[in-house]
């Protein structure tokens, strides 16, 4: 019986171990499966994450392609306006001459004829060049011609300092894009420096100016967006200005010295608005400024000039409280002047004052209640002592206070 018994406990054992052994081969399985989808998953992410890129990057690639396309018909129509023009006035200057030659023809008459032919053929090629040397000249040399500028396609952001700035948003074909860069104003040269730099031979500038221009040079050029056809451009610049004034963009309404002031309640037709933020520090010490955006709309047209003024997006300083009125207490009623309160004598050291129990509220303020006694201890009237230090005096018949001078 007890071998019996052994058995069991034996067998019952072993089917314990075996069932513990298909339960560790099982959560085994479970947890490669897991394992395996997991990596599935992350391979999935990943190809799509390098799908996205790739898109995008094609699509970056596109539009640069787009653009380089526009500049090179750009730079070509202006080489064909160029050519165009050269060869009008060549053709005229041409014109001209023959026509001068033929006159000297007939008056010199038929026996020069032939001759006169032979030198026409010659000055005229002479002059041709002549007149296209001296257009050429005019156009490269005196006042270049600016090519227009092409229309781009409305960006998504703004880059200000490699930052990424979220730009106006606009859509549709009707509206035109365009970018340019404001060049820093020269800075202002004395009277005296312009008056030697004329003086000299050859039409040569002073070297006095040279390091204003260094200085104007090293000045970052600021990008100006000009957005033309919107329908709204004041609806657009409000939102924009709301968007960008939230926490996560970081930017304020600013005034010209860069306070932070409140936006407008309403929106003009035309105007500008400036938004501004600080630029954080990093721990090497590079970085900070201010990055700028400032808004200008009117009609159907809005632009926006990206910029990093000197200085620090800051608020107003908070304004000084006006200086509170000073406390008065019972002592300074005790040696008040008897006819302040409408009592007689010189001094209130005849009067007994008792303060009584409770407060009152009087203008808003709490005021405490005062009884005032004769020497013969007869009631002479009732007086308030606000917390404002004002002074009331109880007129019983009307049932109301009545506020009096201290001085």
């Not at 002479?126 to 011609?145: D, I, P, S, T, Y």
């Not at 260094?214 to 329908?231: F, H, M, S, T, V």
């Not at 709204?232 to 963009?249: I, K, N, Q, R």
């Amino acid at each position: 019986m007890k071998q019996d018994k052994a058995d069991k406990i034996i067998q019952k054992a072993e089917l314990k171990a075996k069932k513990a052994a298909q339960q560790v081969e099982a959560a085994g399985k479970k947890a490669e499966a897991a394992r395996q989808k997991q990596e599935a998953q992350d391979q999935k992410k990943a190809a799509k994450v390098a799908k996205a890129a790739t898109k995008k990057a094609a699509a970056k690639t596109k539009k640069a392609e787009a653009v380089a396309k526009k500049a090179q018909l750009a730079a070509q129509k202006a080489e064909e306006k160029k050519a165009k023009t050269l060869a009008k006035v060549a053709a005229k200057s041409a014109a001209s001459g023959k026509g001068g030659e033929g006159g000297e023809e007939a008056a010199a008459g038929g026996k020069k004829k032939k001759g006169k032919k032979k030198l026409l053929l010659v000055a005229i090629p002479v002059l041709a060049a002549a007149v296209g040397v001296g257009a050429f000249f005019f156009l490269k040399g005196g006042k270049e011609e600016e090519t227009p500028l092409e229309p781009i396609a409305a960006p998504a952001e703004y880059v200000l300092n490699e930052a990424h700035i979220t730009a106006l948003p606009v859509w549709g074909e009707e509206v035109l894009v365009y970018q340019e860069e404001v060049l820093p104003e020269p800075a202002g040269e004395p009277e005296g420096d312009a008056q030697a730099g004329e003086t000299e031979a050859d039409g040569e500038a002073s070297g006095d100016a040279a390091p204003a221009e260094d200085a104007a040079a090293e000045e970052p050029a600021k990008i100006l967006y000009r957005y033309e056809g919107l329908k709204d451009p004041v609806s657009l610049v409000s939102a924009y200005a709301a968007v960008m004034s939230t926490e996560d963009a970081g930017f304020s309404v600013v005034d010209e010295t860069l306070l932070r002031i409140d936006p407008p309640e309403e929106y003009a037709a035309s105007g500008s608005l400036q938004l501004a933020r600080n630029v954080p520090q990093a721990e090497d010490g590079t970085g900070g400024g201010v990055h700028s955006l400032l808004l200008s709309w009117e009609g159907n047209n809005c632009s926006v000039l990206l910029d990093t003024p000197d200085g620090r997006v800051h608020d107003p300083k908070p304004e000084t409280p006006a200086p509170a009125a000073p406390r008065r207490g019972l002592s300074d009623l005790e040696n008040i002047h008897p006819s302040k309160l409408g009592l007689p004598g010189e001094s209130m050291e005849a009067y007994k004052l008792i303060p009584q129990d409770g407060s009152f509220r009087i203008a808003g303020a709490i005021s405490t209640r005062v009884n005032v006694y004769d020497k013969n201890n007869q009631f002479v009237g009732s007086y308030f002592l606000s917390t404002e230090g004002k002074l009331y005096k109880l007129d019983e018949e009307a049932n109301a206070v009545v506020e009096l001078d201290w001085e």
